[in-house]
């Protein structure tokens, strides 16, 4: 059997880099973008060089299989858009490493590239993944708005109108694959303290994310005694410290985030009579989340009626975390060892496409260390004798599954 051409990796991966560079020096392939359209463009004609057929189906997702081949296919692929000033390989090696899959087994292996997968742009990411797995309403697009005031759903439409050329599908091929395989760059440096050079994911963590609104009383602040408060920002920053304390008592991997917050009227002499908090708790176990979420609710409960203040709290995304397959575990761990590669079993606490295609199909994560730099970044960096190993074990997950060969 061939070996995928590191040469040729490293060369798309350059090609695809160069398409929008931020300011930063970095790549920035917004979601449903121009720019992520014209990596999609060129990701198209690398599949038909590799002898597939690519396709959009109506979420923007491209899918590209094997010319003439009916039977059951394995697939593989990631992303392509970035955040803004984002890294080389975040996404995009997935991609590369694929349609050097498809050389090594033609008339076997798929690709598979998820649109928008990043959240900077509409404030959601995974979403081409979500839309095909039912994971997301279409209907959910009009509520994602970017900076400019653009929904998601008018993105995608310009998305798909940039790429008008391409055929489309409105069936999704998930009952012709046997199992997906994404690479993708690890993105918290834990790999190589472990000596480790690949890693093989388990779980995928899901983020629950809350809108609290704290409401008070508003104030003239020098004519107001403390005594006689109903300060919003001062019950929202005990609130912030609580869910610090219930997620350092739950443990990793399982952490939350305030990661926004609003203060009505917002001036400096008026006491804050409404403060709205942005928070998520994360994590790969469903128990652990439920205890943060409670120790939440009971700190709002005392601080309200310690404070005066009315809180309601919504929960804007929930789920469970994603378990992928325990036989692709096995299998990755077994391909890296015949390699005399360390691999080891690991989880994930950001979102993948993968967390979501898992619901429809058998699917593997595989994790290169992280380098030099960190994710998300300009200065993202892999190695390539660890990109190659992953494109080794890439290739053996899908030559070797149970998937009848055409004939």
């Known amino acids: 059997?061939?070996?995928?051409?590191?040469?040729?990796?490293?060369?798309?991966?350059?090609?695809?880099?160069?398409?929008?560079?931020?300011?930063?020096?970095?790549?920035?392939?917004?979601?449903?973008?121009?720019?992520?359209?014209?990596?999609?463009?060129?990701?198209?004609?690398?599949?038909?060089?590799?002898?597939?057929?690519?396709?959009?189906?109506?979420?923007?997702?491209?899918?590209?299989?094997?010319?003439?081949?009916?039977?059951?296919?394995?697939?593989?692929?990631?992303?392509?858009?970035?955040?803004?000033?984002?890294?080389?390989?975040?996404?995009?090696?997935?991609?590369?490493?694929?349609?050097?899959?498809?050389?090594?087994?033609?008339?076997?292996?798929?690709?598979?590239?998820?649109?928008?997968?990043?959240?900077?742009?509409?404030?959601?990411?995974?979403?081409?993944?979500?839309?095909?797995?039912?994971?997301?309403?279409?209907?959910?697009?009009?509520?994602?708005?970017?900076?400019?005031?653009?929904?998601?759903?008018?993105?995608?439409?310009?998305?798909?109108?940039?790429?008008?050329?391409?055929?489309?599908?409105?069936?999704?091929?998930?009952?012709?694959?046997?199992?997906?395989?994404?690479?993708h760059v690890e993105q918290r440096r834990e790999l190589h303290r472990h000596g480790a050079r690949l890693g093989v994911v388990e779980r995928v963590a899901v983020p629950h994310r809350h809108e609290i609104v704290v409401e008070g009383r508003a104030g003239h602040a020098g004519e107001v005694p403390m005594q006689a408060r109903a300060d919003a920002l001062a019950a929202a920053a005990e609130l912030v410290l609580a869910l610090e304390q219930a997620a350092l008592a739950a443990g990793a991997p399982t952490v939350a985030t305030a990661g926004t917050l609003r203060v009505e009227p917002g001036a400096v002499s008026v006491i804050p009579g409404r403060a709205v908090l942005g928070l998520e708790v994360r994590g790969t176990d469903a128990a652990a989340i439920a205890r943060v979420e409670a120790a939440l609710a009971a700190a709002g409960d005392a601080v309200a009626a310690r404070r005066g203040v009315r809180i309601e709290r919504r929960l804007l995304r929930g789920g469970e975390p994603a378990v992928l397959d325990a036989g692709l575990v096995q299998a990755a761990l077994a391909a890296a060892e015949r390699r005399a590669a360390r691999a080891v079993r690991t989880y994930s606490g950001a979102g993948h496409d993968a967390q979501h295609l898992a619901s429809r199909v058998p699917v593997a994560l595989l994790f290169v260390p992280l380098a030099g730099g960190e994710s998300h970044t300009p200065e993202e960096h892999a190695t390539p004798e660890d990109v190659e190993l992953a494109a080794a074990v890439l290739v053996d997950l899908l030559a070797t599954s149970r998937v009848k060969q055409p004939d």
Not at 116 to 130: K, V
Not at 146 to 172: H, K, T, V, W
Request: glycine share 12%; proline share 6%; aromatic share 4%.
């Open 1 to 183: 059997m061939p070996s995928p051409d590191g040469g040729r990796v490293a060369a798309r991966l350059e090609e695809l880099w160069e398409i929008a560079r931020g300011t930063d020096g970095g790549a920035s392939r917004l979601a449903y973008s121009k720019e992520e359209a014209q990596a999609v463009r060129l990701a198209a004609g690398w599949a038909r060089e590799a002898g597939l057929e690519p396709a959009l189906d109506p979420h923007g997702n491209l899918w590209a299989a094997p010319t003439g081949v009916a039977g059951p296919l394995v697939s593989s692929g990631s992303h392509l858009d970035t955040v803004p000033d984002g890294g080389r390989f975040d996404g995009a090696l997935g991609v590369v490493l694929a349609l050097e899959a498809a050389e090594v087994l033609p008339g076997r292996a798929a690709l598979l590239v998820c649109a928008a997968e990043e959240a900077p742009r509409f404030g959601a990411g995974t979403i081409g993944s979500r839309l095909a797995t039912g994971a997301l309403d279409d209907d959910a697009l009009v509520e994602l708005v970017d900076a400019d005031g653009m929904s998601a759903r008018e993105g995608r439409g310009r998305f798909l109108a940039e790429l008008a050329d391409l055929p489309r599908i409105d069936s999704l091929p998930f009952a012709q694959l046997a199992l997906h395989v994404e690479v």
